[in-house]
């Protein structure tokens, strides 16, 4: 499908709760996720699961948790200085906030990074955790809860891993923070953060803001649904146009675009970091392989797609049509996506010249990855089907 890396959950060992985000021992591999079959111990089984998707174009990405470990890890017990605390003493477990309230997980233990009365020992541990993984073979970092860690700490961890691995790609899981927090986390030296694009409703001004407020800090990446949300298959009761509408904005819209397992298969059981299995893999009669794949070559072929790059949403005469404008900084490339906001009905998009959008003077062209134009009449009149986008691009000159 042309994706270039491949993103796996944490695999090391779990606590009691199982949860993969719950770790009580960073340096073994979870044996749920092993290979009973095979005569190869733990940390050879990784390297071959990361040499086989080297083979295949693919860079491997792991979570990286120091945010927080498994409340009933030893790490407690060995370093109790290096938790957050409850006014009674007890280890106090990690939360976030949520549509405003406060939700805690009781199998977590929150890390004092602020306070602890051996920082050193802390950032220490956690270094050697992340060289840990470079050695079974990832090249990259989802660093989770990413704003809920000083920026000092991650900016030092950062600068001191890339010292000797240059290449490292290390990206802010910065959901549920605000617009501010984001940026502050941003600057540690992350290359990817995460916006909040899945959630958008086509119309309200608040993603651009956010998008440029760190477009010119970082890179961020779109996704139509991830790990943590329901899917969007079953969320728009099998809505097809939806789910090509909704990867086609991800992937045009910033930088990075993601998306789970499963997705261009159109599943509907949402992932579980505890119960999920290979055994909950559907069967459906739904495959986006190849149009992800188109529309990941129109992104791959055009820079303006690649950056965060300055974008304007324009007002359009018909309310049902997404009207977005990019211009590539470092390039010459400008581009026009149309969008069909209705999922439902065919929407009309009209206009005398396209010249009151775009500032190039080269002609446009269409790369849409469905129903391409050949050639761009103007005046220009089109009915778009459901969920339906055009994209357009044109070069400064």
Same mark, same amino acid.
């Given at each position: *499908?042309?994706?270039?890396?491949?993103?796996?959950?944490?695999?090391?060992?779990? +606590?009691?709760?199982?949860?993969? #985000?719950?770790?009580? $021992?960073?340096f073994r591999i979870n044996t749920a996720l092993l290979d009973p079959q095979s005569a190869a111990p733990p940390e050879e089984q990784v390297r071959q699961m990361v040499a086989q998707a080297r083979a295949s174009g693919l860079k491997t990405m792991i979570d990286l948790v120091i945010n927080? &470990?498994?409340?009933?890890? @030893?790490?407690?017990? /060995?370093?109790?200085?290096?938790? =957050? @605390?409850?006014? $009674?003493?007890?280890?106090?477990?990690?939360?976030?906030?949520?549509?405003?309230?406060?939700?805690?997980?009781?199998? %977590?233990?929150?890390? $004092?990074?602020?306070?602890?009365?051996?920082?050193?020992?802390? #950032? @220490?541990?956690?270094?050697?955790?992340?060289?840990?993984?470079?050695?079974?073979?990832?090249?990259?970092?989802?660093c989770d809860a990413a704003y809920q860690v000083p920026r000092s700490f991650w900016h030092r961890l950062i600068q001191d891993i890339k010292g000797h691995h240059p290449h490292t790609c290390f990206v802010a899981e910065t959901l549920g923070c605000s617009a501010d927090q984001t940026r502050d986390t941003a600057c540690a030296g992350f290359d990817?953060?995460?916006?909040?694009?899945?959630?958008?409703?086509?119309?309200?001004?608040?993603?651009?803001?956010?998008?440029?407020?760190?477009?010119?800090?970082?890179?961020?990446?779109?996704?139509?649904?991830?790990?943590?949300?329901?899917?969007? #298959?079953?969320? =728009?009761?099998?809505?097809?146009?939806?789910?090509?509408?909704?990867?086609?904005?991800?992937?045009?819209? &910033?930088? +990075?675009?993601? *998306?789970? *397992? +499963?997705? /261009?298969?159109g599943f509907r059981k949402q992932l579980h970091v505890v119960h999920t299995t290979p055994a909950d893999w559907e069967k459906t009669d739904v495959d986006l392989s190849s149009y992800i794949a188109q529309v990941n070559a129109v992104k791959k072929s055009h820079a303006v797609?690649?950056?965060? &790059?300055?974008?304007?949403?324009?007002?359009?005469?018909?309310?049902?049509?997404? =009207? *977005?404008?990019?211009?590539? &900084?470092?390039?010459?490339?400008?581009? %026009?996506?149309? %969008?069909?906001? $209705? =999922?439902h009905q065919h929407q009309e998009f009209s206009t005398d010249h396209f010249r009151h959008f775009v500032q190039a003077g080269a002609p446009l062209r269409d790369y849409s990855p469905e129903y391409p134009l050949e050639y761009i009449h103007e005046p220009f009149h089109y009915a778009l089907r459901p969920g339906q986008g055009i994209v357009l691009v044109t070069s400064r000159t």
């Amino acid at each position: *499908m042309g994706f270039d890396w491949v993103f796996v959950n944490p695999i090391q060992q779990p +606590g009691a709760s199982r949860s993969l #985000y719950s770790i009580a $021992d960073y340096f073994r591999i979870n044996t749920a996720l092993l290979d009973p079959q095979s005569a190869a111990p733990p940390e050879e089984q990784v390297r071959q699961m990361v040499a086989q998707a080297r083979a295949s174009g693919l860079k491997t990405m792991i979570d990286l948790v120091i945010n927080h &470990s498994a409340i009933d890890s @030893r790490l407690t017990s /060995e370093h109790p200085e290096w938790f =957050l @605390r409850e006014p $009674d003493g007890r280890v106090a477990n990690a939360f976030c906030q949520h549509n405003g309230e406060r939700v805690v997980w009781h199998d %977590l233990a929150q890390f $004092d990074h602020q306070h602890t009365r051996d920082p050193e020992g802390l #950032y @220490r541990y956690c270094l050697s955790v992340v060289e840990h993984l470079l050695a079974l073979g990832f090249e990259g970092f989802r660093c989770d809860a990413a704003y809920q860690v000083p920026r000092s700490f991650w900016h030092r961890l950062i600068q001191d891993i890339k010292g000797h691995h240059p290449h490292t790609c290390f990206v802010a899981e910065t959901l549920g923070c605000s617009a501010d927090q984001t940026r502050d986390t941003a600057c540690a030296g992350f290359d990817y953060v995460f916006n909040s694009s899945k959630w958008w409703n086509f119309q309200d001004w608040w993603l651009i803001e956010q998008y440029n407020l760190v477009r010119e800090t970082t890179r961020s990446i779109s996704f139509p649904e991830s790990h943590d949300t329901p899917r969007l #298959y079953q969320e =728009l009761n099998g809505n097809l146009a939806a789910l090509k509408q909704r990867y086609l904005f991800a992937a045009l819209f &910033s930088a +990075g675009v993601m *998306m789970p *397992m +499963g997705f /261009e298969f159109g599943f509907r059981k949402q992932l579980h970091v505890v119960h999920t299995t290979p055994a909950d893999w559907e069967k459906t009669d739904v495959d986006l392989s190849s149009y992800i794949a188109q529309v990941n070559a129109v992104k791959k072929s055009h820079a303006v797609f690649q950056e965060e &790059s300055p974008t304007s949403i324009f007002p359009c005469q018909n309310p049902n049509i997404l =009207l *977005m404008w990019k211009a590539s &900084s470092k390039h010459k490339d400008e581009a %026009l996506v149309i %969008l069909n906001k $209705d =999922l439902h009905q065919h929407q009309e998009f009209s206009t005398d010249h396209f010249r009151h959008f775009v500032q190039a003077g080269a002609p446009l062209r269409d790369y849409s990855p469905e129903y391409p134009l050949e050639y761009i009449h103007e005046p220009f009149h089109y009915a778009l089907r459901p969920g339906q986008g055009i994209v357009l691009v044109t070069s400064r000159t």
